[in-house]
């Protein structure tokens, strides 16, 4: 029974950027929802690079945009790489080109501490109820259906709290997502495994390039630098599985040992001290990452974030996939508590939504590391998957982010629909032509799914910014539902 316990609309799981930023759509519709977090905030992770979408789009859903801009983090106009065939670095903006590029085709790289914290504050200012040291034990079912959570406050005593919805947001440690039942697949393609570490005073790039991620393949897989201040770096190696001894033993001597193998990453960090002291100061392991779950809800339960899915650190999408799925998840949530929508609907929904998000990411991710040519190398040569033409493929990265970036004004909303629609014209038709050209084509370019989903990220930002002024949505699947004009529900398709 219910007796004694205290009772909730939702109770959400975990307080990283998934979690937070579903209890801040829920509460912003009046629901009751409680939010809670094992850790104090802040707290480390890692996941620095962000894309637009979420930046401009969810973010800007939850009210937590212009607070993120305030905090001053690293401006990220795109990513550079070296990267397959081509031994010069190339670079990609979030512009479809330059005539479109604003202020909203940009991102950040942040401290994930400090990043996670302006959300979760942003929860509790929207209404969430945020208990931190609340660590949650197990989920309580009653008839096939998930009704409540077990947690352990900080002085270890336990509580029961009942909720219509319960979410797990809780990441890719905990295990509160197996209530869900079906299994975690994990990757062989992405069978890797990381180990980063911060640095101190290590080179930039030139303006106007300074703030982007850069990617660097080498032998042994490839490395991430993130300037996240002007004098602080966030670096991480990703190698093959099978190559673990490269990383066994003192983590310091093999990190060294794998910069020393790559000529760009030493020269720049050749002035550079590693960070020993506070967040930044061990160097960190993570393997086995990437995986989805094979259901992402069951009544009572759902998944989002880490916990239902994650590909691979290389295009920044982990946090990205996070706070969409929230915002998914959200509609649902919120249609089924205003008794618009019935569950089973709903959810499928969100599910489906979701998992193609996934897809698309994991597909063109594996398409990006087949980019790599070198045919000798051991942590490549086992990635290569097809032949493909890699110039398309870089054009296609300018794309990936770019149907978002038209430049609105927001107190023009008119004529910004408008440039919205347009830019998505023009993304849209250079897929197609893409898709046209013939065989030699990556076969990404071949699915009108993909060009779907990418719209569907400039979609949320559009909704975010334009409201009603986007006019009404189209359902993504036959037969499926649209997103309300305000972007927090799921409504049945107008007739006609
Ligand atoms: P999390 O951020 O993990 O938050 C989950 C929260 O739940 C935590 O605060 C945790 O303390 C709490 N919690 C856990 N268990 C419980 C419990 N039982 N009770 C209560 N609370 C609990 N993503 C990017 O976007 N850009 C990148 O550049 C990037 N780089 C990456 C590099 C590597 C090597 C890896 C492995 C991942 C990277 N990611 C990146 C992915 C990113 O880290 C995650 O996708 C993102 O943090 C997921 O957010 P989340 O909200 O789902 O989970």
Redesign the pocket.
Known sequence: GTEGHEEFDVVV?????????LGTLVAMQGHDVLL????T?P?Y???????PS?IHGVCRMTGATDKIIDAGFMLKHGGTFRWGANPEPWTFSFSVSPRTAGPTSTAFQVE?SKF?KILLDNAAEKGVQVRQQ????NVVEEDGRVVGVV?TDASGERHEVRAKWVVD????????HKAVGGKREYSDFFRSL?L?GYFENGKRMAEPTSGN?LCVAFDSGWF?Y?PLSDTLTSV?V?VRHDMAEKIQGDPEKALNSLIAECPMIKDFLSDATRVTTGQYGEIRV?KD?SYRQTKFWKPGLVL?????C?VD?VF????????Y??LLAARSINSVLAGTVDQEKAFEEFEARYVREYSVFYEFLMSFYDMHVDEDSYFWSAKKVTQNQYGELESFVDLVAGVSSAEFGLNDAESAALRFKKASAEFAGAVDAMAAEGDSMVPLFKSSVVRQAMQESGQVQGRALLGADLGPDTPMFPGGLVTSDDGMLWQAPAQG
């Open positions: 799981v975990g307080g990283g950027p998934g979690g937070s930023t809670l977090e094992k850790e905030f707290r992770q890692i996941g620095e690079s962000l894309l979420t994930r996670d609340a660590s949650v034990q947690y947001a809780s990441g890719n440690r905990s295990g509160i990381a980063f991620i991430w993130i991480g990703v993570r990452y989002v974030g880490d916990a239902a994650f650190p920044s999408s982990g946090v990205h996939l996070a706070t799925g929230a």
